[in-house]
Nanobody, 120 residues
Framework: QVQLVESGGGLVQAGGSLRLSCVAS????????MGWYRQAPGKQRELVAA???????NYADSVKGRFTISRDNAKNTVYLQMNSLKPEDTAVYYC??????????????WGQGTQVTVSS
């Protein structure tokens, strides 16, 4: 079994910062792409940031210059540093990862989500 567990969400004032973490545990052989998505009430889930196994990154236009995604492969962990937060960043943030459990078996996994609330 594989689990993704997020942490670091919370309530912050506009202009503040938060750092989200997501750890993969269980039968993890290796991890390919990792990413963070978010879903606000009444809206579809959207990609916030992604990072490949080689470290290439991709960001939604709305967070470019404010958010930074990074990973620690030794710890099976992906981070999302969020600065200059805005009320419109309020959402449940989900971790996503493509995880190999054997040399030939991979699957897309999701975390349970962590709430980020930005007050104005």
């Amino acid at each position: 079994q594989v689990q993704l567990v997020e942490s670091g969400g919370g309530l912050v004032q506009a202009g503040g910062s938060l750092r989200l973490s997501c750890v993969a545990s269980g039968r993890v052989l290796s991890i390919n792409d990792m990413g963070w998505y978010r879903q606000a009430p009444g809206k579809q889930r959207e990609l916030v940031a992604a990072i490949t196994g080689g470290g290439s990154t991709n960001y939604a236009d709305s967070v470019k210059g404010r958010f930074t995604i990074s990973r620690d492969n030794a710890k099976n962990t992906v981070y999302l540093q969020m600065n200059s937060l805005k009320p419109e960043d309020t959402a449940v943030y989900y971790c996503n990862a493509v995880i190999f459990t054997t040399l030939f078996t991979s699957r897309n996994y999701w975390g349970q989500g962590t709430q980020v609330t930005v007050s104005s």
